[in-house]
């Protein structure tokens, strides 16, 4: 997700700068969506961590239905373009762009945390009252193992397992 991220972020960008140029470099509004890219963007580096994933996606989920709620409304002034009524086609037309992309990324972000493939949280973590018990005993076992080699450590020749390994009484 936070390479899809980054590849729209990148979309947003370049049509913020394209708006730009295309309107004479006159119109400073035209680099809105670029600003919503370089947020996401920012966002999708930081989806990278494995711990900040989920916030962070959260996140770029939001920014970008406030980038739709913004742009959403040039949709229905689209037809007005092709019958050149319009009075700035090209702000019409970068922010209906800017909408798709953002309805794009909305429903592939949907689609993606409802896919089987990508687990709400890391399923590592997933504990159920037996394997918390078991890992329970097998924490308080290690200890004691662990206090059983540091005495047969002082011994000659019997030397404590590594680090995570499991100590087997003789």
């Known amino acids: 997700m936070s390479n899809l991220t980054i590849g729209f972020s990148l979309a947003y960008i370049l049509l913020g700068l394209a708006g730009f140029v ?21 966002l999708g580096l930081a989806a990278k961590k494995e711990n900040l994933r989920m916030h962070v996606m959260h996140t770029a989920v939001l920014v970008a239905l406030l980038a ?10 689209l037809p007005s373009v092709f019958d050149h009524t319009a009075e700035r086609p090209a702000a019409i037309v970068t922010q209906s ?3 798709g ?15 089987p493939l990508s687990p709400p949280f890391p399923s590592n973590r997933i504990l159920s009252a037996n394997s918390s ?3 329970a005993t097998s ?10 080699c540091r005495k047969a450590s002082r011994k000659p020749g019997r030397p404590c397992p590594p680090e995570g390994g499991k100590y087997v009484p003789p």
């Open 22 to 42: 295309l309107t004479g470099s006159t119109h400073y509004t035209a680099l809105i969506p670029a600003g919503f890219g370089l947020v996401l963007l920012i």
């Open 68 to 77: 739709f709620a913004g742009t959403a409304r040039s949709l229905s002034r």
């Open 97 to 99: 762009i800017n909408a």
């Open 101 to 115: 992309l953002s309805l794009a990324y909305l429903a592939l972000a949907i689609h993606y945390s409802m896919s």
């Open 133 to 135: 018990a078991q890992l």
């Open 139 to 148: 924490s308080l076992r290690s200890r004691q193992a662990e206090a059983i």
